[in-house]
């Protein structure tokens, strides 16, 4: 995309925020603070109505603006403790009640898919969505063996509006890394990167269908989560069926009193499910804001929409178990060290520095009762210190930030006085212990002991005759390796040039001898001068012939 469309959409989102009445948004940048009085000059400040509430204003101007902007929304609607109550709550609308596109183009999507009437694929469909997001809507439906399901069809068009978004994000982020002091060090283009590839994950139902499979497999006979199976057959890139679940929307929360549901257990297993999926399983789903969560009658999480998965690498995930856990007990230099030993700051960082720098922004946090500590706020704090120290942004933690800060505004939303830090922490001590350690050992024992068991029979005969080769001298070591082989090729070459330029040698130093000779003993050398050349051509053809040529 060209810098002038992209200023051309610029335009547009700025049009789209005056239309609905955010106009003060755009007056307060710094461009146009300067004039911003200039609005009351103006004809439509004097003759526009009554205007809508902000949230709804805000709520109508995401909308319009498209996907990308509606997942900011949903973002900040898991945040309630972050945004005034009016604003949070009209966001919340954004997580399933999103302007659906008509059904009947839905029906046409899927007949395209299947190549035949709608009739013949499902028993009953409404075309009526059940429920309509930024990127796909569902729609109820039941198989032809009475199994009810959920339909799931992608928007029309949602790829072209997401990439359009995607090139003005990049656009940014490259002249935020030209043109900003900080760009370098917090790697914007690699974070739009990251949320590109989210996205477009997204934008495949199969693979998020794939990810649905996975997780319900983590969680097979779990009491804590509940993933709906998957019907293959009926499953495509852009059309996705799975079983239909029926719970109560987490973020009804008098429903859940109603129904008896435990809240304070209910938070604290929310928690679980996190570190559970992030530690134990790696794979963790990245989408968690109220309206992808239900709860069953017996209390259990019911997750859908799993088009946004996370994963860690195994060093990222013991790093961040020990920056966790350093926090839970205070212990500010493990803090320290684990960053510098994760590579996260540069590692001339000074420990003792980076030590004094956290602990002066944690302490006045942590003098609050832990019930009260938001970790979100943490994290600002400790990203804030570590500007300092030339911390860079992590693309890989993005994801798994944003699903915790979701996790807390969620848990804390259901029970207000939750202890993130006492739920986790047992979690996350019981995990390092099965990494080092004792149980790290009998774990890593046990899992090898079929192999084990297969080679044990097979050991004392290998240990009889290596010993008996040692006894006897003949013990000898062989390397099979491709290199050494070659180098033993080398080696061989070598010696051959070396004879060759010996004999070579010493067939020119005869030719000089006999030169120097011919004057004193003509008769015992016969024709001198054609022996000599003939021993100094041989020696020389010799030496030019063992002369290591270029490989």
């Not at 909308?63 to 973002?75: C, N, R, S, Y």
């Not at 935020?176 to 790697?187: D, N």
Request: neutral net charge; charged residues 25%; hydrophobic residues 45%.
């Amino acid at each position: 995309m060209t810098a002038p469309r992209q200023l051309l959409r610029l335009l547009h989102i700025s049009f789209v925020l005056v239309k609905h009445g955010l106009d003060e948004v755009i007056l307060a940048t710094h461009l146009f603070r300067p004039v911003r009085y200039l609005v009351y000059f103006l004809p439509w400040y004097w003759l526009r109505g009554k205007r809508a509430p902000r949230g709804e204003r805000i709520r109508l101007t995401l909308e319009e603006l498209g996907p990308i902007f509606v997942k900011f929304g949903q973002l900040l609607s898991t945040r309630p403790d972050l945004l005034p109550e009016d604003i949070a709550g009209e966001l919340a609308l954004l997580q399933d009640r999103v302007t659906p596109f008509p059904g009947q183009q839905a029906r046409r999507i899927i007949e395209q898919v299947y190549g035949k009437p709608v009739a013949q694929v499902f028993q009953e469909f409404d075309e009526t969505p059940l429920a309509a997001a930024s990127i796909a809507q569902v729609h109820a439906a039941r198989l032809f063996d009475g199994r009810q399901v959920i339909v799931k069809v992608l928007r029309p068009g949602v790829e072209k509006d997401i990439q359009r978004d995607l090139n003005l994000l990049y656009f940014i982020a490259q002249m935020a890394e030209r043109y900003w002091s900080e760009g370098k060090r917090l790697r914007p283009c690699e974070v739009v990167a990251e949320f590109d590839r989210t996205l477009h994950d997204e934008l495949d139902l199969q693979r998020e269908a794939g990810n649905a499979s996975q997780l319900r497999r983590n969680f097979t006979g779990s009491a804590l989560l509940y993933v709906p199976e998957i019907v293959w057959p009926l499953t495509h890139r852009n059309v996705m069926v799975m079983e239909r679940i029926f719970g109560t929307p987490i973020s009804d929360i008098k429903s859940l009193v109603t129904h008896g549901v435990d809240l304070k257990r209910l938070s604290e297993n929310g928690v679980e499910i996190f570190f559970t999926q992030v530690f134990r399983h790696n794979f963790f789903h990245a989408d968690m804001h109220p309206g992808n969560i239900f709860v069953a009658n017996d209390g259990r999480y019911m997750a859908v929409d799993f088009g946004i998965m996370g994963t860690l690498t195994t060093r990222d995930q013991r790093y961040l178990a020990e920056n966790l856990l350093g926090f839970f007990n205070r212990d500010y230099r493990r803090v320290a060290e684990a960053h510098v030993e994760a590579g996260w700051v540069p590692p001339g960082t000074r420990v003792d520095e980076f030590e004094s720098a956290i602990r002066s922004v944690c302490e006045p946090i942590f003098e609050r009762p832990l019930s009260e500590i938001s970790f979100g706020q943490l994290l600002l704090r400790l990203f804030q210190t570590a500007r300092r120290f030339n911390m860079e942004v992590q693309p890989q933690l993005v994801l798994l930030q944003k699903t915790l800060l979701a996790i807390e505004g969620l848990g804390r939303e259901l029970y207000p006085a939750l202890d993130l830090w006492q739920t986790a922490k047992p979690f996350l001590e019981r995990w390092m212990s099965e990494q080092v350690g004792v149980r790290a050992l009998f774990k890593a024992l046990g899992a090898n002991a079929p192999v084990w068991a297969e080679k044990l029979p097979d050991l004392p005969l290998l240990v009889h005759d290596l010993l008996q080769q040692a006894r006897d001298g003949k013990l000898q070591v062989e390397w099979k390796s491709d290199e050494i082989a070659k180098l033993r090729r080398e080696i061989r070459r070598a010696h051959k040039r070396n004879y060759a330029v010996i004999v070579g040698s010493a067939l020119i130093i005869s030719a000089a001898i006999i030169k120097g000779l011919d004057g004193f003993a003509p008769t015992m050398l016969g024709d001198a001068p054609l022996l000599t050349w003939f021993l100094g051509g041989l020696g020389a053809l010799l030496v030019i012939a063992a002369w290591p040529g270029e490989k």
